[in-house]
């Protein structure tokens, strides 16, 4: 019998579960900041930044339950990072058409010039559609363990004297 029918289900995924755990609770933080302190400068109506706080804290609260279910081991877990993932994708994306299209998102809330307010905020809407994308990739699917064969065993110069001892 081999090691891989004798190991469990969940010890297949390397710490793969746990990394995607990490980057969840990054993504989350960072939501959870945008939400609690950049959302109530911003110059709009109080009530619609009311609603924008309140969402913000919802969905980056909804991180920190994935996260847990992640290092848990529950099932449900990386089905709901990924639908995190792809509502914080979709969020991005808009504000990445408006930035693009003109309507400047960023500049309400920032003390910054407005270019580079424009930059900033185009470089983190970037980076958290990266930072989700790596968290649904490794909470959906774990990296295999090695095989038995595929392992490296012996550095590479000794591998290469049994292959030219072994030609000869």
């Known amino acids: 019998m081999s090691t891989a029918s004798t190991l469990p289900r969940y010890a297949h995924r390397r710490g793969t579960r746990g990394f995607a ?8 933080a960072v939501v959870l900041g945008a939400g609690t302190i950049a959302a109530p400068r ?3 109506d109080p009530a619609y930044v009311s609603w924008i706080v309140l969402a913000a ?5 909804a991180h920190v339950v994935a996260a847990y279910g992640l290092l848990r081991r529950r099932a449900w877990s990386g089905t709901m990072v990924g639908y995190l993932a792809m509502i914080g ?6 504000g990445l ?3 693009l299209t003109g309507a400047d998102p960023f500049g309400a809330t920032s003390q ?3 270019e580079r307010a424009w930059a900033e905020g185009a470089g983190l809407l970037v980076w958290m559609i990266g930072v989700w994308l790596v968290a649904a990739r490794y909470a959906l699917k774990g990296v295999p363990p090695v095989g038995a ?3 490296v065993t ?7 004297s049994r292959a030219t001892a072994s030609a000869a």
Do not use: D
Not at 57 to 61: D, E, K, P, T, Y
Not at 89 to 94: E, K, L, P, S, T
């Open 21 to 28: 755990a990490i980057v969840t609770l990054l993504a989350g």
């Open 42 to 44: 911003a110059a709009l």
């Open 149 to 151: 064969g595929r392992g």
């Open 154 to 160: 012996a550095p590479a110069s000794a591998a290469a």
């Open 57 to 61: 804290v919802v969905f980056g609260l």
């Open 97 to 99: 058409l408006l930035t």
């Open 112 to 114: 910054l010039p407005s």
């Open 89 to 94: 994708i979709g969020v991005a994306i808009y």
